[in-house]
């Protein structure tokens, strides 16, 4: 067990020993001091300093209603998270150097779970911390180091038991009962759970709001009778144990509360640590599944599962001769899922117009007050899809672009001019991203003009052809968008490893700050890209006012300047690109 | 042709390579030998023009590398240590893409006789994750192969593979410098493997050059000695670390 524990400190010494070095490179100070001024003005002057606001009071009613759904939220986590979700193997997450070293050692099982449950402590508190941060901007002083207490009790319960359950459920197997029959029975509990709980629910008598005082909620009073009648409070008695330190008011209600909930936990622990259970093989398997993403973030590839399935049928045919770029946008297409998959979402956008036509179609000729509600729902969702695109679109070609930089030593192999390979790169996402928006707009468009011409009768005209505009306009603003931080990733490669700043898990307050940097940066240098578009879009309108009075010809005038300078301002953005791929020099990382 | 003159790279005040100059001609095989961090990847990488060179000039097939460096790499294959490959895409895909960014108008029929030279014609339409390692540099070398280079660069070639798979890409290199003329440079800790397919050898230390000529003037120099023996000798307190 020394042996164990030396392990256990000398990698968390060790860890925060690299971190600490690290520190010395200006981007991760930098970095540090973004994420702690972040994080000091957004969450910890609300939890640790002197609260100027009203404190909220609760009456104990409600408290008693708060702790009966917070049991009835861990109940339904517990059972999906530890019996219904995972499969039938023993779930105990090594590494692959604990396997390599570990496993052959002349250790016990026994012990090994115990070092792995006190190794999880570390990531729970730290989880435990943020939750606090998250959910107790209200709280201050001791509330707040009493709800990371509650957090970490909470979520080390669900750990444990959710290790327990998957010992148990692996021995279920070896003993014959498949993954769909486990699962089977278990919905079937819950499914005569369920029917119980209706029964007691269609027996509660109803409550008469008119016995209510004027202006009280009338909700409150209903679930707290539902969450308490028949089994229900049996049902939940563990679990309000286990959240009752949780929503206690003040250090004493909460001292009060813990030993429960710690036994509870102790419980749990002697469950997992007496069980025995063989979880070598898939502990095994789980370090090669993750050890594969892993991998996979290195090499800039962001994926939940590892890469497995059927070869992907190509969009078009890629013929051997023709511009380079085209390889880079063949292959795009490729990754996004080729024909079949591009097809079925080809197929699902198509029966969202088809379905939003018949509704403008419904709008013109019957409006019901609920196909217009409907409308309106989809066509603002349009819109409001249509607004996030417009960085969603660029960013997901820049981080194309990056992963490519990710196998650099390969790509400056190729003879091609770097223009070739950014275009290539930037290509298939800012064309997949267009169709998509497009899809938004005429979806959009159509349903705006049945509801606009309602109240007049001119308004299609001006809408058509300012969809007109931005359709034009889309495809040229999504590359200029992508450039950006494209252009960053080459200049500052350091600052935009993938796996870095893109992958929190290696990453602590420092890897935090620096994805708020270069969030904030490629933002500003965004607005800044679009600065000049604006102001010659801005002049083509007045200036076409001089002339004519045609609202027609002067949106026309608006887009064509403004697409103009946008155009100029991709290829001069490709070309810089290009340039930058160029002289990109890898010895240099 | 390789040529290679006066080839330096620093890295800040650290020299990786030291004023390297040496030519291989069309049809030879050097084999480039050096203890652990002499410098043979990073002279490998200038010479394929992946990373600039901090002085020197570098030559392939005529066309300067740093000047030219279209035509260079035209007329280049570099194969690293470890097959890089796309997940996504299929045996096949890959000598698409890589038929079109080298423009090579006969792929298809080049494509289909190299992967059955390699023994991968069945496995054509499989993607690259349900491949060994061995085939996977098998990939590797038919996306190289497939525009016909004048000059190839082999970084630790037969590191992981089975003793068949070493003896099938030793015929490869073999065949394709005698046969086609290729210049080749290949960096290896094998020394006996070596032995057998280069015709050259230059042995390095600390960047710089300690050894250079054909097999048999190494060998005379050092009284007919093993190459691993003269490897010893030359690099000393170096080997091993």
Not at chain 1, 460 to 476: E, S, V, W
Not at chain 2, 201 to 217: D, N, Q, Y
Request: net charge positive; proline share 5%.
């Amino acid at each position: 067990m020394s042996a164990l524990f030396y392990l256990f400190t000398r990698s968390l010494a060790n860890s925060l020993i690299h971190r600490l070095k690290r520190l010395r490179q200006p981007k991760y100070l930098l970095g540090l001091i973004l994420a702690g001024t972040y994080i000091y003005f957004y969450f910890y002057r609300f939890l640790f300093a002197e609260f100027r606001g009203s404190k909220l009071i609760i009456s104990p009613e409600e408290q008693e209603l708060w702790r009966n759904i917070g049991a009835g939220l861990l109940l339904a986590a517990t059972l999906a998270l530890s019996w219904i979700l995972p499969s039938s193997r023993a779930t105990i997450n090594f590494s692959e150097a604990e396997i390599a070293l570990l496993f052959p050692a002349p250790i016990t099982r026994r012990r090994l779970v115990i070092f792995k449950i006190l190794r999880s402590q570390v990531a729970l508190l730290i989880i435990s911390a943020f939750f606090t941060f998250v959910s107790g901007r209200w709280r201050t002083g001791i509330d707040a180091w009493t709800r990371t207490g509650s957090w970490w009790i909470i979520l080390n319960t669900l750990s444990l038991h959710r290790i327990g359950a998957s010992f148990a459920l692996s021995r279920l197997h070896q003993r014959g009962l498949s993954d769909w029959k486990r699962r089977l029975a278990f919905l079937a509990a819950v499914a005569a759970l369920c029917a119980v709980v209706y029964y007691t629910w269609r027996e509660m008598p109803g409550l008469r709001p008119s016995k209510l005082p004027k202006g009280a909620d009338p909700l409150t009073p209903y679930l707290n009778q539902f969450l308490t009648a028949g089994p229900m409070p049996w049902l939940l008695a563990p679990f309000k144990l286990v959240v009752a330190p949780f929503f206690a008011h003040g250090a004493m209600p909460f001292f009060a509360a813990l030993p429960a909930a710690l036994g509870i936990l102790g419980l749990h622990f002697l469950w997992v640590v007496r069980a025995d259970a063989s979880f070598e093989d898939a502990a095994i398997e789980s370090a090669q599944k993750r050890s594969a993403l892993l991998a996979a973030a290195r090499k800039g590839e962001v994926r939940v599962t590892p890469e497995t399935g059927k070869a992907r049928i190509p969009l078009f045919t890629l013929r051997p001769l023709g511009p380079q770029a085209t390889a880079f946008l063949w292959k795009s297409f490729i990754r996004a899922g080729g024909r079949r998959t591009l097809g079925r979402w080809a197929a699902f956008f198509m029966a969202l117009a088809a379905g939003s036509f018949w509704l403008s179609h419904q709008n013109a000729e019957s409006p019901t007050p609920a196909v217009v509600t409907l409308s309106v729902i989809i066509g603002t969702g349009c819109y409001f899809a249509l607004l996030l695109s417009f960085v969603l679109v660029g960013q997901q070609a820049a981080g194309q672009l990056r992963q490519g930089i990710a196998g650099m030593d390969l790509l400056k192999t190729y003879p091609l001019p770097g223009w070739q390979f950014a275009l290539g790169e930037l290509l298939g996402p800012v064309l997949m991203g267009t169709a998509i928006q497009w899809i938004a707009l005429s979806i959009g468009t159509t349903l705006a003009i049945t509801l606009a011409s309602a109240h007049a009768a001119d308004a299609a005209q001006p809408i058509l052809l300012g969809a007109g505009g931005l359709a034009l306009f889309l495809p040229l603003s999504n590359l200029g968008s992508a450039i950006l931080p494209a252009a960053a990733a080459l200049a500052f490669p350091g600052w935009m490893k993938p796996g870095e700043a893109g992958n929190a898990a290696q990453g602590g307050l420092e890897v935090m700050g620096l994805r708020l940097l270069l969030g904030i940066s490629q933002l500003l240098l965004i607005a800044l890209a679009f600065l000049p578009v604006a102001f010659f879009g801005a002049a083509a309108w007045f200036a076409s006012g001089m002339f004519t009075d045609v609202f027609a010809w002067k949106v026309a005038s608006v887009v064509a300047s403004a697409g103009f300078i946008v155009l100029l301002e991709a290829a001069a953005g490709i070309a810089w690109l290009g340039w930058l791929f160029e002289r990109f020099d890898l010895s240099g990382e | 042709m390789i040529a290679c003159d006066g080839l330096t790279k620093l890295y800040g005040d650290f020299t990786a390579v030291n004023d390297l100059s040496f030519v291989v001609h069309p049809g030879e095989v050097l084999g480039l030998v050096g203890p652990n961090g002499a410098g043979k990847t990073t002279t490998l990488r200038c010479l394929a023009g992946i990373i600039p060179a901090t002085k020197g000039r570098v030559s392939i097939d005529g066309h300067n590398i740093a000047e030219d460096p279209l035509a260079a790499k035209q007329a280049l294959s570099f194969f690293a240590d470890e097959p890089r490959l796309f997940d996504y895409l299929t045996v096949r895909q890959h000598l698409e893409f890589t038929a079109r960014l080298y423009q090579v108008a006969d792929a298809k029929e080049r494509g289909m006789k190299l992967l059955e030279d390699l023994d991968m014609a069945d496995k054509a339409d499989l993607l690259t994750t349900e491949l060994s390692r061995g085939m996977k540099q098998k990939v590797a070398l038919a996306c190289g192969f497939l525009h016909q280079p004048r000059v190839m660069f082999f970084d630790e070639p037969l590191t992981g593979l089975d003793p068949l798979a070493i003896r099938r890409t030793k015929d490869l290199l073999v065949a394709q410098a005698r046969e086609r003329g290729v210049a080749i440079i290949i960096s290896s800790h094998l020394l006996h493997l070596l032995e057998e397919v280069c015709s050259h050898v230059l042995i390095v230390k600390r960047g710089a050059k300690v050894a250079h000529g054909t097999l048999a003037e190494i060998r005379n120099a050092h009284n007919g000695a093993a190459l691993e023996e003269i490897f010893v000798r030359l690099v000393g307190e170096d080997a091993g670390k």
